[in-house]
């Protein structure tokens, strides 16, 4: 089975940083990566797919990128509204999410 | 509008057994894989089972193997996950999910497994 090594645990940040969140897979996962966004008491949502494919409707400011084992997903200018926990999710064999990320606000 | 609603959660005994099921509208279900993910109070995603679009193949996290079996109903667009031999560590949240580009998930269901 495939592990994914999602870092760090928790993030703080202010208003307006950029953070970055990566993902190591146990062996290469060929982009098929995706990254979801999930607040308190809500399913989750998909940001981004295939590595760095945006869903329609997502802000600009969410990106993805990697190759092989390692990616990342970044949050440039973060907002309030983007305080939640992210979870990496690869696919290419069967299906294991990483461990989570908490953003909080500093 | 897609909805996946999930039911038959609830408190149960180790040992025994729960039947959670996910009644799908709103797309054509028979055209999408589906996916069981829970979730333990405070704690990550864990995909836990799979089935493709028409039944025919299903596949499981190592932990649940043997004794949870997913299944589905095209007919009535829903999905099934049969869950026997619980155990304190199956307590989570269960959500059904299409976990592709056409990305829905339900509210997700509690179930709870203890004495």
């Known amino acids: 089975d495939i592990q994914m090594t999602q870092s760090p645990p928790s993030l703080s940040a202010s208003l307006g940083d950029k953070v970055t969140i990566t993902c190591q897979a146990s062996?290469?996962?060929?982009?098929?990566i995706a990254w979801y966004q999930q607040k308190p008491g809500k399913a989750p949502g998909l940001l981004i797919h295939?590595?760095?494919t945006l869903v329609s409707g997502i802000p600009s400011r969410f990106s993805g990128s990697g190759s092989g084992r390692d990616y990342s997903f970044s949050i440039s200018n973060v907002e309030s509204e983007d305080i939640a926990s992210y979870y990496c999710?690869?696919?290419?064999?069967?299906?294991?999410f990483g461990g989570g990320t908490k953003l909080e606000l500093k | 509008e897609v909805q996946l609603v999930e039911s038959g959660g609830g408190l149960v005994q180790p040992g025994r057994s729960l039947k959670l099921s996910c009644a799908a509208s709103?797309?054509?279900?028979?055209?999408?894989?589906m996916h069981w993910i829970r979730q333990a109070p405070t704690k990550g995603l864990e995909w836990v089972a799979s089935?493709?679009?028409?039944?025919?193949?299903?596949y499981y996290r190592d932990s649940v193997k043997g004794r949870f079996t997913i299944s589905r109903d095209n007919a009535k667009s829903t999905l099934y996950l049969q869950m026997d031999s619980l155990r304190s560590e199956d307590t989570a949240t269960y959500y059904c999910?299409?976990?592709?580009?056409?990305?829905?998930w339900g509210q997700g269901v509690m179930v709870t497994v203890s004495s």
């Open positions: 295939y590595t760095s």
């Open positions: 999910a299409t976990l592709s580009l056409f990305d829905y």
């Open positions: 089935i493709s679009p028409s039944g025919g193949s299903t």
């Open positions: 709103g797309f054509t279900f028979s055209n999408y894989g």
């Open positions: 999710l690869q696919y290419d064999n069967s299906w294991t």
């Open positions: 062996q290469n996962i060929n982009k098929y």
